[in-house]
Every structure is written in C-alpha cells, then in structure tokens.
C-alpha cells in the first residue's frame, strides 16, 4: 500500500520551476478568458485565407490610416501594414497577453508604419481613418455599427465573418476554402452607408 502510494505521489511531483511555470499559464488563461468575456470576443487570429480575402476587398491605395478593430495577436494589423508601407496602420487591443505578443512581434520583425494601442476602440476617435478591418463576433457588431457613423465619406470598411447590422454591403465574398464564411466590405458614403 505505502509502495502504490509512493508511486503516485512521486510521479505527481513536480519542481519549484515547473508549479511557477503552470501558475504563470494558468494566470495567463485566465486573463485571456476575463478578457474574451469581457469584449464578448476571443482572440482569434484570422486564418490566411481569410486575411487574404480581406486583403482582396481593399482598394489598391488607401488615402490615410489604417485601423484594425481588435487586432489580437497582430496577424491582420501586420498584413495591412506590409500591403500598405506608405501608410500607418493602428491595431486596437483591449486584451493584454495578445497586446503584448503583437508588440513582441513587432520587436521581433519592426514595420515602421504599425502601431499597437491597448484601448477600448469603442471608446477611441475613429474620424481619421480611411479604412477599417475588424474580425469580431456577432454581439459586438451592432456597437460597432454606430460607432463606425464617425468615419469620414469613402472610408472603406472589411469585416470577416459577421456583417455591420444595418449597414448594407458594397460586396459580399466567400471562399473555395474557407466554405461558408463570408467577406463583408463596406463603403462610408456621407454618413451612411452604400
Ligand atoms: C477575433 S480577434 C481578431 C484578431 C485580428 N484582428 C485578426 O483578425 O487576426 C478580435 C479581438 O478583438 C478584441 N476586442 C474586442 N472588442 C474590443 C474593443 N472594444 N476594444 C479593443 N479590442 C477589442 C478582442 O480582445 C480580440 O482579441
């Protein structure tokens, strides 16, 4: 009985460094989950495709900045910003683990043009910008259908997966490999939208 009991706890020890290194995972799960609950969002990064079928609905030139709405792990805000050099792209991430992996990415492979705000982007001016891309969930489209009034006339704007409510596309795609997802873009014509 002792030896069966051995057994089981000394399989089950682990080192000071191993319960530091769950702790800190744990932590880090959890945070990621306050936030995903909180914004009503995960940090889901857009798949390739996706991001390439974004890609496709924007123009070829852009005439100002560039937002991502909830740029997560910075997967799309780095595309934009390699697509566009000329122009500066600001990704917007409430939720700090994916924040600061974007900023350590940046560190690791800097994009003059790319920039990072961890801020509420329903709270942010979004007059300045020309065009927008979000990958979000369905709940937090209609706040942000309002809150997109404030673009400026012939802003652009590409959603993946869920439609701006009320707001009617200017093209819809999907993809071969993607299947049923769709592609949403959006033009800003004097305060509402065609
Ligand atoms: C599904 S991820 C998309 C990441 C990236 N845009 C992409 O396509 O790869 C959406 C992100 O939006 C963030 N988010 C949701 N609402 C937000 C808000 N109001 N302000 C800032 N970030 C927000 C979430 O924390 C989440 O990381």
Redesign the pocket.
Known sequence: MADWLDSITGEASVSPFETVLLIVLLAAVLVILF??IR????????SRD??RALLHLLPETIDGPIV??????G???EDLADRYPENRVV?????PI?YWSSLLRRKLKPRPNLDYRR????RADLSEYRAV?????IG?MRPLAIKLQELPDGAVVVC?AFSLTDWEADEIITLSTTGATMYYRYIVRRGVVA
């Open positions: 936030y995903a914004t009503g969002v995960p940090p889901q990064s857009s996706a991001r991502d709405l909830g740029s997560g792990w997967a799309l805000a990704g917007y991430e409430l939720s994916p801020a509420n982007f329903l891309a979000c990958y979000l969930m937090a993946n």
